[in-house]
């Protein structure tokens, strides 16, 4: 079978690597890729929301599946694109239709929905420009820090988390009034802040059926010890030393199957990956968000780990017949280090090669903002390279990562040499 694997980062790339390992799996195409993908796959220059040149690469090239990486695609309606053509209805999609991205495409639906059905959340009310004054007002019932969030998409930046009630009044204005985040925060959602220590849980679902995938807790802050300007993510670390079997099974009935009967409730058919940001607060689990993708670079984590074949339980979600699949975990722990350009998460420069990749052995390089240029991998983006490896140990593992990043450079490398610190 020939698979159609949409997006360009460090996140496909491992799905591509995943997928070329099963024996039901002849050719994987990615769309765009990146240098790494283009190795293991066929590289298609297409963007991922480009729902007519998807149509043509599908049919060229007799694709019998489509895994949608990135969440764009998915709250643009791509799956929905597929069931509505005579050409495409039948190639399954993985990942949500239009209505179920909006667990991702909007705070005020997702909060909307954990309300309805049960699942521990933070409170929190949605304004507007026409009732700018009540947000105000629900500010200052509120203790700090304040929590706002642009309502819609806005790449990773539509989170604030501000210490001052007037700098929260300031900058609810500025997101609801001047379009700070564009039409995304248009409304923005207030909630009270979470205490306790972040992590993430992974579901894949056939709107039925569900696995749940190993945890993970990823590292935003530029900085080390976690501080600085947040990013798209700076490493990882799989499983979650705290996140043990009492605690994930406090998960799995208060958050998983909540989530997935509201979802049924809702006749809302939804086959893919649901990515649950949870605070940990003295061993009670409390929902920060939903995404409806995979997260990246926990993805570069929790793909490795899993000793099942990929492709076999994207067959499970196509055909509802998840729970009829096996699945099996590695006991290892997996870490990644995020390897980014200078300046990154603010303006960086590109096109800088990047030497030393052949001569890493004890980890696998998950390409993120990479490209080939004359046959040279060169940097593409903010995001380049995450660092995986494993051990018997967070610092095994790490060792091993730190170790392989020593034999890898590029102009302005930057990474953060405190992955895990919190954790070992």
Known sequence: M???????????????????????????????????????????VISPTDFEAIKSTVLENEIKMVVVGPEAPLVNGV?????????????????????????????????QFMEKHNVPTAKYKSFNNKNLEE??????????????????????????????????KSELKEMVSNQKFGEASSTVVIEEFLKGIELSVFVLTDG??????????????????????????????SPVPFADEAFLNKVEELVVKPT??????????????????????????????????????????????????????????????????????????????????GGYPEAYQKNKEISGLENVVNSTVFHAGTSLDNNKV????????????FGDSIQEALDKSYDSIEKISFDDMNYRKDIGFDLI
């Not at 990146?34 to 293991?40: C, E, F, L, Q, V």
């Open 135 to 168: 947000g105000y007002a629900f500010l200052e019932t509120l203790q700090p820090p304040y929590v706002l969030k642009a309502d819609g998409l806005a790449a990773g930046k539509g989170v604030l988390i501000l210490n001052s009630l007037e700098e929260a």
């Open 208 to 237: 039925k059926n569900y696995k749940i995938l190993p945890s993970a807790k990823d590292y935003k802050r530029i900085g080390e010890g976690d501080v600085g300007l947040n990013t798209g993510g700076m490493g990882a670390i």
């Open 2 to 44: 020939n698979i159609l694997i949409l997006g360009s980062g460090g996140r496909e790339h491992a799905f591509t690597l995943k997928l070329v390992e099963s024996s039901k799996v002849n050719t994987v195409f990615v769309a765009p890729g990146n240098a790494g993908t283009a190795k293991i796959a066929t590289n298609v």
């Open 79 to 111: 799956h929905d694109f597929f069931l509505a053509d005579n050409e495409l209805k039948d190639i399954p999609v993985i990942g949500p239709k239009k209505d179920g991205a909006l667990l991702e495409g909007s705070k005020d639906f997702s909060k």
């Open 378 to 389: 060169v940097t593409s983006g903010g995001r380049v390279m995450a660092i995986t490896s």
């Open 260 to 341: 997935i009967n509201g979802l049924q409730k809702e006749n809302i058919d939804y086959k893919g990956f649901i990515f649950i940001g949870l605070m940990n607060d003295n061993g009670n689990p409390s929902v920060v968000e939903y995404n409806v993708r995979m997260g990246d670079p926990e993805t570069e984590v929790v793909l490795p780990r899993i000793e099942s074949d990929l492709f076999d339980l994207f067959d499970g979600v196509a055909n509802q017949t998840l729970h009829e699949k096996s699945f099996s975990v590695t006991n290892q722990t997996a870490t990644t280090v995020m390897l980014v350009s």
